[in-house]
């Protein structure tokens, strides 16, 4: 039985199992490269037969995920991208971030989160429409300072 055949068993015997559960994301080509030492193209068309039989769908830029391609891309698509900012919001809000030190670059958290920079783009935008963040150009994004009572004086 060729190498991605077996990938692609091991793979379904995880999702048959619970391991996996509907809606999860499925290890990337990467993560399934270092796992199982297997080249990244076998890593490719072990996804691909899952795929191809229903098992799993992909999300370009964001990657596979448990479950039939009937499940509504555009919904699991900003499933991610909002998940995202409401988690980086409440650690915003909880002050896990100083003031004067930017947040996570778009890299470390599309690595954090096992996202594309795209989605972490979609979900820093929406905290910048809050508020709750901003952006230096060239230097970062930080958590916008919180208004301290009396802080505006009437300067007339």
């Keep these: 039985m060729p190498l991605y055949n077996q990938l692609a068993d091991v793979l379904r015997k995880r999702i ?3 391991v996996l559960q ?3 994301l499925v290890p990337s080509e990467a993560d399934l490269v270092s796992e199982f030492g297997v ?3 076998t890593a490719r068309r072990a996804v691909r037969e899952l795929r191809d039989a229903g098992i799993i769908y ?7 995920y448990v479950g039939p391609e009937s499940a509504s891309r555009q919904a699991r698509s900003g499933w991610r991208f909002q998940t995202i ?3 980086l919001a ?7 971030f100083e003031q004067d030190v930017p947040l996570p670059s778009e890299t470390q958290l599309a690595q954090q989160y096992d996202v594309a920079k795209g989605t972490v783009r979609r979900a820093l935008t929406l905290l910048r429409d ?4 901003y952006t230096v150009p060239g230097r970062g994004t930080y958590p916008t300072p919180p208004i301290r009572k009396g802080a505006c004086h009437d300067l007339g």
Excluded at 130 to 133: A, I, N, P, S, T
């Design 130 to 133: 809050q508020g709750l963040v």
């Design 22 to 24: 509907p809606g999860a």
């Design 39 to 41: 080249a990244r193209i």
């Design 85 to 87: 900012a409401d988690d």
């Design 16 to 18: 048959d199992d619970g």
């Design 90 to 96: 409440a650690k915003v809000q909880a002050g896990d």
């Design 58 to 64: 992909t999300i370009r830029g964001e990657g596979s």
